[in-house]
């Protein structure tokens, strides 16, 4: 059974940072894209980053990218997201999720495994 847990979300004032973590069991990472995804309250899910299954490519959106930065383990069992300069905007549920991911990229539907979510808040 696949399961992703995501932790690390919680409070911080603007301009903050916050890791993320994702411990993925079931498969390995090794084998295919993995990423983040958030959601804001009444807003489409955000596909904001992710990392191929060779650890050679990342992909990150235009409103995280100089800002967060994605990494994995070796052992195929954990991704991070560093979450630097946090603004109100990146207030949302962030969910890791395994998909298709390139450079210029990154594609998770339901169709893929999703994990439940940490919450994040920034304060102004």
């Known amino acids: 059974q696949v399961q992703l847990a995501e932790s690390g979300g919680g409070l911080v004032q603007s301009g903050g940072s916050l890791r993320l973590s994702c411990v993925i069991s079931?498969?390995?990472?090794?084998?295919?894209?993995t990423g983040w995804v958030r959601q804001a309250p009444g807003k489409e899910p955000e596909a904001i980053s992710c990392?191929?299954?060779?650890?050679?490519?990342?992909y990150y959106s235009n409103s995280t990218k100089d800002r967060f930065a994605i990494s994995r383990d070796n052992l195929g069992k954990t991704i991070y997201l560093q979450m630097n300069s946090l603004k109100p905007e990146d207030t949302a549920v962030y969910h890791c999720?395994?998909?298709?991911?390139?450079?210029?990229?990154?594609?998770?539907?339901?169709?893929?495994?999703w994990g439940r979510g940490t919450q994040v808040t920034v304060s102004s």
């Open positions: 999720a395994t998909g298709a991911c390139t450079a210029t990229d990154w594609f998770t539907d339901s169709r893929d495994y």
């Open positions: 079931g498969i390995s990472i090794l084998e295919l894209g």
């Open positions: 990392i191929n299954n060779f650890g050679t490519v990342t």
